[in-house]
């Protein structure tokens, strides 16, 4: 039922809370039985309790009487209740059965709420982990597909919608339906032949509800897309402040935004329309059922005042919650839309995926192979075309070449980031899409050109691949990296809190502890990409002696635009459109007619 109501994506996660969802409804429908009380009341409230005089009265109310041996012959009577009192005793009673069902009524609505706000919180707790996992775990050719602000908006307004409905739409599935039969029984039970009457108007609100519940989904998914794009514009600025203050753009941007926000708004108005407009049309068909029911209950039924007052009133407490589950079913289709976009993404299948029964890589000790490797994001456009080499353990090989050669999507290929298209990648005989992907990303440390760090302390940053690491590990990753004697000199040392993305060190320090990050995890196989290709000289020559220590104790396979730092590379490899049009040691590449010595004087012409 629950797949059926909230869609195959979304109930198995309700599940997973069955108890809290039974305590909600069973309270609901408690508070729902609890309601119809006051409303019976009414009747000898006015028709008795309002007597002038002190003439004793009493309360009936209606009673079956089966006949004596059979249980299909029956018949409605009258019972008392209290008998032989004054009115104002019986509005004194009247009145305390009424307070006394009305508190019950509260206590359960309010445990209720309780018991469905911890539902809610909890299925999408469940789904924001769950979400954040797949994040994690997905390629990054996913995210170069799609905007970072937007996939930001799916895992935050989206959970939030759901957070905000999922609970308000079971409960007012139950709630609302079950409030209604209650005063509907009551209205067969004081006269079925006016009720039936009365409900000729059904048809027209049912035919409301489902024109405007389609239009409302339509719409809400709309509303997600556009608050999604709004979100990305907020992420991408704040992400390129230097960008944009340094071409002084502050106000095309702010144009380019205000777009956004007045498209973001006018679907909002439009979703509005849909959505709080059929409240007033149901309002504008039901009001012509009330006089009726007064007109048609004195006229042709001869009800006296206190049970006219009781039908109305009745007739009301049935059209509120009919009122409420057509709102209930606008946000059922709300919170469809927002399902959609949430699961569109848990659904996505990694591209890379662990075979079955993959091994475990053993230390690397031997050798990184690449055997006829191609490689292409889309069939149309290849990156890697037949690459082919093989790199002993603790030899330091070099890739150089043109921007846009294909060298950082090659040594992306190693800790299977992407997976190759043709051939195939060997570390020590072992094909890396054989062995599971711990144990061959445990073995690779990574700095990249530019470095990602946390907003947290050097020491929380340094440890990140190895959290149990002590500080004496933590300080012996940091003086390899020739980044200890810095950090010693920062405020509260490795204490020290870095900044957004590390925004309080400069680019020399950054890559310095994106090593000791590297190294803490006493990897055997490192990757620098352009490790140093944006730091000052001085900065570069600290990351260089950094490298030069860690020659022979670890396989280093570098990209680098500045040959400088490759000086000491047993092997170079130069690539152009994603060939290897050359390979060899520097001496060697230096004495011939090759592209590398064109390199090489261009950037050292001086």
Known sequence: MLRSILGKDIAPYVKRHHRLLIAALALTATASIFVVIPAYLLKPFVDEGMKIGTEPVSWKIPWIVFEPGTWTSWRITEKALVENVSPNRLLIILTSIAFISVLFKSFAIYLSGLAATALSNRVVMSLRVDLYN????????????????????????????LQNLIANVLIGLV???????????????????????????????????????RKVQKHATRVQDATAEVTSAYQE????????????????????????????????MKWSRWSLG?????????????????????????????????????????????????????????????????????????????????????????????????????????????????VRAGEMVA???????????????????????????????????????????????IVNQDVLLFHDTIFSNISYGMPDADREEIISAARAAHAHEFIMEQTVGYDTLVGDRGGSLSGGQKQRIAIARALITNPSILILDEAASALDTESEALVQKAIDRLHGQMTI???????????KADRIFVLEHGEIVESGTREELLSRNSRFKRLYEMQFAD
Not at 557 to 567: D, K, M, P
């Open 399 to 445: 890739f150089v070449g043109s921007t846009g050669s294909g060298k950082s999507t090659l040594l992306d290929l190693i800790p299977r980031f992407h997976d190759v298209t043709d051939g195939a990648i060997l570390i020590d005989g072992m094909d890396v899409r054989d062995v599971t992907l711990e144990s061959l990303r445990r073995q690779i440390g």
């Open 557 to 567: 396979l570098v990209v680098a635009h500045r040959l400088s730092t490759i000086r």
């Open 175 to 213: 709630e609302h339906p079950l409030t209604a039969l209650v005063f509907l029984c009551y209205l067969f039970v004081m006269n079925y032949k006016l009720t039936v009457l009365v409900f000729v108007i059904v048809p027209l609100i049912v035919g409301l509800i489902r024109l405007f519940g």
């Open 278 to 390: 059929l409240g007033p049309m149901m309002d504008s068909a039901v009001f012509l059922v009330l006089p009726a029911v007064l007109i048609a209950g004195k006229v042709m039924f001869d009800h006296t005042l206190g049970e006219l007052m009781s039908m109305v009133y009745a007739f009301s407490r049935v059209y509120s919650p009919i009122k409420k589950l057509a709102l209930v079913n606008n946000n059922l289709r709300t919170l469809q839309g927002a399902t959609a976009r949430v699961f569109e993404i848990m659904r996505t299948e990694p591209a890379l995926a662990e075979k079955p029964g993959a091994s475990v890589l053993g230390r690397h000790g031997e050798s990184i192979e690449f055997r006829g490797v191609c490689f292409r994001y889309n069939p149309e456009t290849p990156v890697l075309s037949n690459i082919s080499f093989n």
């Open 134 to 161: 797949k994040f994690v775990t997905l390629p990054l050719g996913f995210y170069y597909k799609r905007k970072t602000g937007e996939l930001i908006a799916r895992a935050t307004a989206d959970l939030t919608m």
């Open 237 to 268: 600025t704040l992400m390129c402040l230097k960008v944009i203050y340094g071409f002084f753009t502050s106000q095309r941007e702010t144009e380019r935004f205000r777009v956004l926000a007045r498209d973001l708004y006018r679907k909002i």
